[in-house]
């Protein structure tokens, strides 16, 4: 079956810290991947998208990911945290040309001031 | 409004009780999702309509689910003789075109906790 992996569960940082949460997938076709974040007391909002060109995928916020088709890999980065990012991550993928979304278990991301 | 409206926000139950959950689309889009979400996990997939037609319900627990979305805009997911492994968050989300590829757009969510 087809899943999705996100090696840390829980991830403390400082301001300023770089950023790279992890995401793999398991499927072997063309994919479709995201990143959604969940701020406290908010709701799922899309950060980025990959769906086919440029590997590098710049989002909102300062955020971008990259997607290694060798790897099964699509992780997201920033290169200084702030204590506005303290919110939960998700990783997201659908097979291409499928609407069923297959989520991983989330990141939660603590920014200490 | 602007974004997808769910309601109610909380709901408590005792067990055997019916729930109704209540999913306003993005006015306009043509897809609308549920997912149940346990706590510690990510959303999984429980059925996908694309205007009033239900394509796919294969991710529904049991029977004991139902979801309808008639008019192709509002939609109910019901729940039937609730079990405490109900509780969840229930959420809705819609996209504004069809089939997989489009972002979708997710409600606050209704978390039902089954007594």
């Known amino acids: 079956a087809q899943s999705v992996s996100q090696h840390n569960h829980h991830v403390i940082l400082s301001e300023a810290a770089s950023l790279e949460l992890g995401c793999n997938y398991s499927y072997g076709g063309t994919v479709n991947l995201f990143w959604y974040v969940q701020y406290p007391g908010q709701h799922l909002q899309l950060l980025l998208k990959?769906?086919?060109?440029d590997p590098l995928v710049k989002g909102i916020k300062g955020f971008e990911a990259e997607f290694i088709k060798s790897k099964f890999s699509f992780n997201l980065r920033k290169p200084s945290v702030q204590w506005s990012d303290t919110a939960e991550y998700f990783c997201a993928v659908t097979p291409d040309s499928n609407y069923q979304l297959i989520w991983g278990a989330g990141t939660k991301l603590i920014i200490k001031p | 409004g602007a974004g997808v409206s769910q309601s109610p926000r909380y709901k408590v139950a005792k067990r055997g009780q019916d729930v109704a959950l209540r999913c306003d689309p993005i006015?306009?889009?043509?897809?609308l999702f549920w997912y149940q979400q346990a706590l510690g996990q990510g959303p999984e997939f429980l059925t996908y309509f694309q205007n009033e037609a239900q394509l796919d319900k294969s991710g529904l627990p049991s029977d004991r689910f139902f979801a309808e979305r008639p008019e192709g805009s509002v939609s109910t997911l019901k729940i039937q003789r609730t079990q405490q492994e109900d509780s969840a968050v229930y959420l809705c989300?819609?996209?504004?075109?069809?089939?997989?590829?489009?972002?979708?757009?997710f409600g606050d969510g209704t978390r039902l906790s089954i007594l």
């Open positions: 990959y769906f086919s060109g």
């Open positions: 006015s306009g889009h043509v897809s």
């Open positions: 989300a819609s996209s504004i075109g069809e089939g997989g590829g489009q972002p979708q757009h």
